[in-house]
Nanobody, 127 residues
């Protein structure tokens, strides 16, 4: 049974940092591109970042570029998202999932290509 579990969220002030973890089980992590997404109530789930399986290429949404860093430890079957210089607009539930259709992150991640969504972890940024 495949399962993704997100953790590391919390409540912080603007300018602070958080590190999120995505622990995968039931599959071999190195075989899959992994995406981070986020969602605010009433809004569509949006892509944040993606880590490729086939090579070292990554994707970052424009508003996250330069602030967020995605990384993976295939031996530990875990993907990480380091978030620096957090802003109030980063407040959302953050999810991770595996791409079942392609191994490389090319352009904006397409939600319907991903599966095994975790339960999400809440990030709240407020002063």
């Amino acid at each position: 049974q495949v399962q993704f579990v997100e953790s590391g969220g919390g409540s912080v002030q603007p300018g602070d940092s958080l590190s999120l973890s995505c622990a995968a089980s039931g599959l071999t992590l190195r075989d899959y591109a992994i995406g981070w997404f986020r969602q605010v109530p009433g809004r569509e789930r949006e892509a944040v970042s993606c880590s490729s399986a086939s090579d070292s290429s990554t994707y970052y949404a424009d508003s996250m570029k330069g602030r967020f860093t995605i990384s993976r430890d295939n031996a530990k079957s875990t993907v990480y998202l380091r978030m620096n210089s957090l802003k109030s607009e980063d407040t959302a539930i953050y999810y991770c999932a595996a791409n079942l259709m392609r191994r490389r992150c090319a352009g904006i991640p397409i939600k319907h290509e991903f599966a095994y969504w975790g339960q999400g972890t809440q990030v709240t940024v407020s002063s």
